[in-house]
């Protein structure tokens, strides 16, 4: 069984005939006052663009309509909502007997997260007995934040979870000299 969506466009109602207001401030399409006009003045001035009339702002005392091309307007907004990039966490991975070549590889691929803006969680995972070498687990952490103390900063201090040793780092807000 097949359903309909329903589809609800909040904006409907702001745009050409739909908008309810019988006097506006309206402003055309390069950004100039064109002053308070009736709604069929407005909307005659849009018509002779090939444009639209879209409510900005619905106060009562002061509605305010921008003459627009509402597709391109809304293809524009569409672009902008891609362009805001989310902070990922980003996790790397150790074991208590890593080697010191392979923990400067380490270190450089946290520094290039961190570049990125993102948060960098750092996993020490005791296996068996290794849980008797806590201090070296530290000891690691301690280099990794000695490493990159230049740009990062401790969000979540190391915490020892069972057989998991873990910290965050994030960047340090300022100017930062980037490699």
Do not use: W
Request: hydrophobic content about 40%; proline content about 1%; some cysteine.
């Amino acid at each position: 069984m097949l359903r309909k969506k329903k589809f609800i466009n909040k904006i409907n109602f702001k745009l050409n005939n739909n908008i309810k207001f019988k006097k506006m401030l309206v402003i055309d399409e390069n950004g100039n006052n064109q002053g308070i006009l009736t709604l069929e003045t407005a909307l005659n001035l849009a018509k002779s663009k090939n444009l639209d009339l879209f409510l900005v702002s619905d106060s009562k005392t002061k509605p305010v309509a921008k003459i627009l091309n509402y597709g391109k307007y809304q293809y524009q907004l569409k672009k902008k909502k891609k362009k805001t990039k989310t902070r990922q966490i980003r996790e790397i991975k150790f074991k208590v007997s890593i080697d010191t070549h392979d923990l400067n590889v380490k270190i450089e691929k946290i520094r290039q997260f961190l570049l990125a803006n993102d948060f960098v969680k750092i996993s020490i995972r005791f296996r068996g007995r290794e849980i008797t070498r806590k201090k070296s687990g530290f000891l690691i952490l301690e280099k990794i934040c000695e490493e990159l103390k230049d740009i990062a900063v401790v969000e979540k201090k190391p915490v020892l979870n069972r057989m998991l040793l873990d910290m965050y780092l994030v960047k340090k807000k300022g100017n930062i000299n980037e490699k």
